[in-house]
């Protein structure tokens, strides 16, 4: 198995934990907003769970998006050019994306282990928001290996 298929699976898999996340907050949302219709009182903290949960349902989709070449492409300047340029420009690309991913990563790790340091937690449930920003920079250090694969793929040294 070629290493882009590999990543592929490894991010689908991820990417189908963040849609049964983003299921789970869905749910969670229709009954607080079901409870507050029928008791003027929703559940503690749901919009905690929200911002966390939805953060951590973005960063898994956007390794598998970036393998899959899902993401919003502007050919404007380019639809006349030669496959092989094309392919160079896009890999490009990739690799800057993979930089981003990796400044973006690197800068979360280091808030991370800062609000794990310091015991932040959200004000109402006293969740730890340090670890949910530490998965955040994990899957952004997936989404600056993904970003490498398919620059790779795009250069064909991967098949």
């Not at 592929?8 to 049964?20: F, K, P």
């Not at 907050?25 to 029928?38: C, E, F, H, K, N």
Request: net charge neutral; charged share 10%; hydrophobic share 60%.
């Amino acid at each position: 198995m070629g290493w882009i298929r590999l990543a592929e699976r490894l991010g689908a898999a991820l990417a189908l934990a963040g849609a049964a996340l983003s299921l789970f907050i869905a749910g969670l949302v229709t009954a607080s907003v079901g409870l507050r219709w029928a008791t003027s009182s929703g559940l503690p903290g749901d919009f905690e769970m929200v911002q966390m949960a939805i953060a951590l349902a973005i960063f898994s989709f956007l390794p598998y998006t970036q393998l899959r070449r899902g993401n919003m492409l502007v050919d404007t300047f380019t639809i006349r050019l030669p496959p092989r340029a094309v392919a160079a420009i896009d890999a490009f690309w990739d690799l800057v994306y993979a930089a981003v991913a990796s400044l973006l990563g690197w800068r979360l790790a280091v808030g991370a282990a800062d609000a794990i340091n310091s015991q932040t937690s959200t004000m109402v449930l006293g969740l730890p928001v340090g670890w949910a920003i530490m998965a955040c920079a994990a899957m952004a250090g997936l989404l600056a290996l993904a970003s490498l694969v398919t620059a790779a793929g795009r250069f064909g040294t991967e098949s």
